[in-house]
Structures are given as structure tokens and as C-alpha cells.
């Protein structure tokens, strides 16, 4: 059922790569935590070997979550990072990637703190809201692009079919990470590009008890699934078995928590919008956002993250993150949780201030991360926040 695109996207969440147990007929999956399977003869097996290689609870993770991106591949990673470390095995030394300007500070951290360094290779990055961005800095050895969108946290929106076919002409590898939208908002591979990824940390897992991350392969590209079966295997960042079964579990009610995300940012955003003390309130779902017609036509949903500049300096927004009740000041985002944080001094902290703000990631930059309590209860905590 892995790639069974007859079935509705409700369904594929709760079915899709899984099946009874045919040991016991337990109807969710086993977590199994063995390392080593009995061999019959040398060389001779029931499909497992060793669990870094394969592993049945975490094939079924990858095999819905395969399902879910209509691709042909799935991947379990151990982290959202170490599923992007792995795209970027598939280059050479001396091979150049264009990428988002407006990454994840992490992301940008593995960029030119690691990979520039051990793998020699090259990074520029572009503003893609403008697909000319990208053709200025085309090279011969441009090998790879790497979008992120909505990207963090300014959330601006690329235009996933432009890039592929201007990325197709040219014979590059296209990436994108897709932790901002979920599956369930978002679909790149049916935009024609080659690999979407996730950070299963934030709305796969939805819960914040977990940390993984996600690949999935979107056509049946021999060369290019060999190539990163023996990188996922050969380096080893797996998923582990029970934080396999945890996404197995969430996702089977991604599509309700994506509906109340999406709904209630939504409202968040306006409300925000409203308020005299507020300037530059940044949502794909409002009007006001730069890309919001290609958003409304390129996703099925807005996703549940809102960002907004607070009237002042860095001391009001610091009074401000101090004094929410409901919303957490914390890292991460995506869970069931309403989350808050200021970019610029915890996820975006390794950019250099120069580039920050550059970038639009100002002191008094704040991002929302919407849960699932009570919108009147999350307003309430927003107003007297800011009292």
C-alpha cells in the first residue's frame, strides 16, 4: 500500500505502509527493537538482516510516509539535519548548490560550517520568490537546488513548478524541505521535483517527544534510489524502532491536527493584523503576503506558523516572550503545544546579525508556533502578554 494513490489522503495516513501483524493480528505495528535477525542459511533471510540496513517497524514509517508525498522511497532519518547531511552526500567536491536565502539557521550552519569544509563544496543563496533569482546563479557546476518553503521564519513561498522545470532544463537535482507545510498542506513531488524532506520533529511527530527527520524519492530513478540506500545505510542516521512507531502514531491524526493548525493560525493571523501594537504581520493565508496567490494555488493549506514584528525595540520583545502563559517560549514547532520564539536569539542565532538582517529577521521579529488549545484562550494570552 506504500504508493497506492487510489486512496484518499485520510485514509493513506492511517493505512498506508501498514498491516496487521501476522504473528498475533495486532493491528498497529510491532515496535521491533532487534538488532540482528535469524538467518535460515548464510546470506538467507526473511527480508532483515540488521537493523541499521532494515528494520520492519521503521520500513513502515517509510513506506506511509512515502505513501503520503506520492513518491516511490522513503527514508527514516534520525534528525531533520541528518536527512538534509544526506541529500548533500549526493554531490561532488566542487559542485554548487543554489539555496533559499531564508533557510533554517540550521540549516545554513550545516551548509558553510560543514559541508563547504569536508565536501568541498559550493553554496549561493537566492531570494526564490523570484525564479530569475535562480537563473542568475546558474552555473556549469551547479548540481542541486534547495528550496524551503514556507521557509523560516519569514515563510516566503517559492514556486515549486517554476523551479523544476527550470531545474530539469538544466538537468539539476532538486530538493525541497517541506517541514513548514506537512504532507498535508504541501505535495512537491507532484510539482515535479526529485526529493522532499522533512524535519519529522515537527508536525509528523506532532507531539514534541521525538527527534527525526524524513526523506522521500519521487520517481522511480534507479541510479539516484541506489545511491541514497547506501548513504542512508552506509552513514547510519536511522530513525530508531520506537521513535518510528511514535510517527506511525501521529501521523495517524495528521490530517485533524493540520486542519486545526491551518484554521487557527489562520484567525491568530488576523487578529494579530488588527492590533495597533503589531506592524508586519507575516501569514501565506493573509491577503497582505507577498506570495499569497501562489500559495492559495500551490497549497492546500497555510500552515500553522505566524510571524509578526511587535511596535518597539528588542527590550519589549523580550518583556513580551516573558510574559505568555499558554504559548511556551521554546525552539521547535509543529506540535499539539502553542509554542513562541524570537528568531534572531535562539533559531537563527548562528546567522551573523549582518545577515539577519539582510534577510528581514529583525529584533522584534517573533514567531508563532499554533497548537491546538483554545483560540480564545490563545488571543487572551497574546493580549495581556502584551499589557
Sequence with gaps: MANKKDLNFETKVIHAGQKSDPTTGAVMTPIVLASTFEQSSPGVHKGYDYSRSINPTREAFENCIASLENGVKGYGFSSGVAAISACIELLSPGDHVIAMDDLYGGSVRLFNEIKTISQGIEVSYVDMTNVDNIKANLKENTKMIFVETPT????????????ARLAKANKILT???NTFASPFNQQPLDHGFDIVIHSATKYLGGHSDLIAGAMVIGKKDK????????????????????????LLRSLKTLVVRMERHNKSAMEIAKFLEKRKDIKNVIYPGLKTHPQHKLAA?????????????????????????????????????????????HPGLM?????????????????????????????????????????
Design 152 to 163: 523560516n521564519p519569514l515563510l516566503k513561498v517559492a514556486d515549486l513548478s517554476k523551479i
Design 175 to 177: 530538493v525541497c524541505d
Design 223 to 246: 541510479k539516484l534510489i541506489n545511491r541514497m540506500s547506501n548513504i542512508h545505510n552506509s552513514l547510519g542516521p536511522i530513525t530508531s524502532a520506537f521513535d518510528s512507531y511514535l
Design 297 to 341: 494555488r500551490q497549497m492546500n493549506g497555510f500552515g500553522g506558523i505566524v510571524s509578526f514584528e511587535i511596535k518597539g525595540k528588542l527590550s519589549k520583545a523580550k518583556s513580551f516572550l516573558k510574559k505568555t502563559k499558554i504559548f511556551t517560549l521554546a525552539e521547535s514547532l509543529g506540535g499539539v503545544e502553542s509554542l513562541i520564539e
Design 347 to 387: 533559531t537563527h542565532a548562528s546567522l551573523s546579525k549582518e545577515r539577519r538582517e539582510k534577510l528581514g529577521i529583525s529584533d522584534t521579529l517573533i514567531r508563532l508556533s499554533i497548537g491546538l488549545e483554545n483560540i480564545e484562550d490563545l488571543k487572551e494570552d497574546i493580549t495581556q502578554a502584551l499589557k
